[in-house]
């Protein structure tokens, strides 16, 4: 039975937006950022964030930003390839000027836009912002105020002790070790991980990371399942690598090896009855 488990499941948990949920910080972050800006251009920023967040903007979760250029590309997530590339206002473009190839996120020109952080990101880098490591440290101190009440998922702490219990499980997070360590203690899941791997570089480190995972915990990848709310970053390095991966939320269906949940809770109630025979 013991191997029979291990030869099972293990798996890899993203932090931000997926043990937890709410969107009132990315809020937060875009507008102290909005109010940097001159008053003339504050109204542009505000139309075209709540655009971005109703999907009805060029960017939009799923895409990719080019700071430098000022463009949009739309990426296959899949392949990293870029399928379309459109002017701030949503006028297609040459794409001639990027690879053909798998396309290399970073941090700094070409942005993935994984997730809510990463609007409120691109909208002050249009409107000439190009600092915003500042602001999203603020935001984070005010996530640890009284003023900020992280919204919970009843159960998923205990769920996830029960499942450690029986499998491998890792956390992985961009945070860094500090805000780490601080949200797990607010959401009662400081002793639940196997390993926490926190300032992990996502998107441009997944897959490194992942297979050095696979290859520290034993397994094979299609024993390991990744679970996060950012395509790019969590779910499509997982199935390049022969993982199975879990999206958390609305854009994609599933599909071979890709499972998709628009809530933690309702993954948390599948997965329940898919390991309920190794789970008391």
């Known amino acids: 039975m013991q191997q029979d488990r291990k030869e099972r499941a293990m798996y890899i948990f993203d932090l931000d937006g997926t043990l937890y949920e709410g969107t009132a910080h990315f809020d937060y972050y ?5 109010q940097e800006l001159p008053a003339e251009w504050q109204k542009a920023f505000e139309r075209d964030y709540e655009q971005m967040k109703r999907g009805e903007h060029a960017v ?3 895409t990719a ?19 379309a590339v459109k002017s701030w206002s949503g006028e297609k473009l040459d794409a ?3 690879t053909d190839g798998p396309q290399e996120f970073d941090f700094e020109q070409i942005v993935a836009i994984g997730d ?8 002050a880098r249009h409107y000439g912002i190009r600092d915003c490591q500042p602001f999203y440290h603020e935001t984070k101190r005010f996530m640890g105020t009284e ?18 219990d029986v499998f491998p499980t890792v956390l992985v997070t961009n945070s860094d070790a500090e805000d780490t360590n601080r949200l797990l203690g607010e959401l009662n899941m400081r002793s639940i991980f196997h ?3 926190p300032s992990a570089g996502k998107p441009a480190a997944t897959a490194t990371l992942f297979e050095e995972l696979i290859n520290e915990f034993g397994h ?3 024993t390991v399942t990744s679970v996060g709310d950012n395509l790019m970053n969590d779910v499509a390095p997982a199935l390049r690598l022969g993982m199975r991966g879990v999206f958390i939320g609305t854009s994609v269906k599933s599909g071979d090896r890709l499972e998709q949940a628009e809530t933690m809770s309702e993954w948390m109630e599948r997965e329940k009855h898919r390991i309920s025979r190794y789970v008391r």
Request: hydrophobic share 45%.
């Open 220 to 222: 094979m990848p299609q």
């Open 65 to 83: 930003y080019d700071t430098e250029q000022d463009t949009i590309l739309e990426v296959d997530p899949f392949t990293s390839r870029i399928t």
């Open 195 to 197: 390993k926490v791997v």
């Open 147 to 164: 003023s900020f009440q992280l919204k919970k998922i009843e159960g998923l702490p205990a769920f996830l002790k029960q499942l450690s």
């Open 116 to 123: 809510g952080w990463w609007l409120p990101f691109a909208c």
């Open 96 to 98: 001639s000027m990027y």
């Open 30 to 34: 875009a507008a102290l950022m909005k």
């Open 60 to 62: 939009k979760i799923g």
